[in-house]
């Protein structure tokens, strides 16, 4: 049996394609930047035919690394999630640029559904909240304002997906199918039912004919054709990008948690079997699904964590690399005072303030760019805090902290969190989490594993560990500057 996997990752503003070896190693990787449409304010679109193409053509270069279809065992697909295609079944092409997860066109129709009472019954039957981030509301957009897409739906040609859902639609020559865990962003999975929900479809529109059947994570889920790559692989892993992650990190027993620190910071906890009921404004999500059985995962984020860096080196020019950070916050030993909440787009999790604004407090003349850059860094530590007691208060309590993303390159920054959360923080070597997850997903799906813990402990490798060492006094002094500067935000 061949025991290479073939990951392809669509992401948001780059397609690749990845070769695993059985061991994790990763043999080679083609990418293709994505391009980025803004037709109007707070809109975002993609082209879902550039998005195929380009899938392909990394495909291609990396099967020729591989030696061909026959040394691919399988494929394992992970997206960006909750961006919407729209196809015609019959001539196989997009209706519609995609509608990009960070779209906010369909704010008015959320606030509607909110005015009318409906959020509560939404976030207790899919775990979500009625924000314009989510699917539903961008196929009600699409069928209000494409001629295309509503001729489509009539003639009973018209199929919708998330971005995985498209690529396997291409890949197999027809089939229509999605995973529960991109399912599950769509605000049309209830989180205990099987199948789309009838009755959020009717609540939001959307024609049940037009969506994918929901499937598993990993098994023989689709055949990807001949033509394609030279012969036939099986398509034997599915999953969303950050839930992709939570398994790239090894996030798979209840209360294990990974946090990704990249533009935003998404943190996800394993809820096991258990659905979540969040009250304090956490999304509950499907995680993965396996012979229809479900785990779930309590999800928070945080709008700004590495964009701040971007700022304080492209707006302020303070450091000319992001890296430049860690030797700057270690020159000193603390932030003199220097308090920073970084809600340049409101704050997310777990205060959900869209009107907040960014705040620096404590400002002095001894305050310096060092300051700054410092208190920017533990701003991290503090944004996570807060997720922290959100989540324990919703029944999820951390036990160690599994971090990644571009920014968790920063030692300083993961020691920081290590002592204001007082866990152990566990980085791994290999940061390609979210492309790992698939490829342990598609392992299993294909049997080279025999389940997600076997395919971690072959695949997974070193991970390099932080523990708490600041004295209780400092971080309180720490947390109650924070909350202060709260205030003023
Ligand atoms: P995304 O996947 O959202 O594009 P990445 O995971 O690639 O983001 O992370 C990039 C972000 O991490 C950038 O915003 C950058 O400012 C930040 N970053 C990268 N390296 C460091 C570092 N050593 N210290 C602090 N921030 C960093």
């Known amino acids: 049996m061949p025991e290479l996997i073939l990951v392809l990752d669509a992401g948001t503003t780059s397609t690749r394609a990845m070769l695993f070896a059985a061991d994790g190693t990763l043999r080679h990787v083609a990418q293709r930047e994505l391009g980025q449409h803004y037709p109007q304010p707070g809109w975002v679109e993609h082209d879902a035919s550039e998005i195929w193409d380009s899938t392909l053509a990394c495909a291609r270069e990396v099967a020729e690394v591989a030696g061909g279809a026959s040394a691919i065992a399988a494929i394992g697909i992970t997206n960006q999630r909750e961006t919407v295609v729209a196809w015609d ?56 304002n494409s001629e295309q897409v509503r001729g ?45 929900d009838a009755g959020l479809c009717d609540l939001f529109g959307v024609p049940k004919s037009a969506l994918p059947q929901v499937v598993d994570c990993e098994g023989q889920l689709a055949t990807a054709q001949a033509k394609w790559l030279g012969g036939e692989i099986p398509v034997c892993g599915l999953a969303g990008d950050q839930q992709s992650a939570t398994i790239g990190q090894g996030c798979l027993s209840p209360g294990e948690t990974k946090a990704t620190y990249g533009t935003g910071a998404f943190v996800l906890t394993n809820m096991g079997g258990a659905i979540p009921r969040s009250a304090n404004r956490m999304l509950g999500t ?30 302020l020019g303070f450091v000319t690399s992001a890296a430049e950070t860690e030797a700057l916050a270690r020159s000193i030993p603390d932030s003199g005072g220097v308090t920073i909440v970084p809600a340049l787009s409101g704050l997310g999790a777990p205060h959900w303030r869209a009107d907040a604004r960014g705040v620096i407090t404590g400002l002095s003349f001894a305050s310096g760019k060092a300051q700054i850059v410092r208190a920017a860094l533990e701003a991290m530590a503090h944004q996570t805090h807060d997720l922290a007691r959100a989540f324990a208060a919703d029944g999820a309590p951390w036990g160690l902290l599994k971090v990644d993303g571009g920014m968790s390159a920063n030692d300083w920054m993961a020691q920081d969190l290590s002592d204001m959360l007082g866990l152990e923080v566990e980085r791994p070597e290999f940061v390609e989490t979210t492309a790992l997850g698939a490829a342990m997903l598609a392992g299993v799906g294909c049997g080279l594993f025999a389940d997600l813990l076997v395919a971690a402990n072959a695949m997974r490798g070193n991970v390099r560990r932080f523990s708490p060492a600041m004295e209780d006094d400092v971080r309180r002094e720490r947390l109650a500057r924070w909350r202060k500067a709260l205030d003023a935000a």
């Open 89 to 144: 079944s019959q001539t196989g092409a997009p209706l519609h640029r995609a509608i990009v997860w960070q779209d906010r066109r369909t704010e008015p129709f959320c606030a509607e559904l909110r005015a009318a009472g409906h959020e509560a019954e939404v976030q207790v039957r899919t775990g979500l909240l009625l924000d314009p981030y989510f699917s539903a509301t961008k196929m009600r957009w699409l069928l209000d």
């Open 152 to 196: 489509a739906a009539e003639r009973g040609t018209l199929r919708f997906g998330t971005v995985e859902s498209w690529l396997v639609f291409k890949l197999s020559g027809g089939a229509h199918l999605t995973d529960a865990s991109n399912a599950s962003r769509t605000l049309l999975l209830a989180l205990d039912g099987a199948q789309f």
């Open 286 to 315: 499907v995680l993965c699904q396996q012979s229809g059985q479900r785990t779930y995962a309590l999800e928070g984020s945080v709008f700004v964590a590495g964009s701040l860096i971007q700022w304080l080196r492209d707006s």
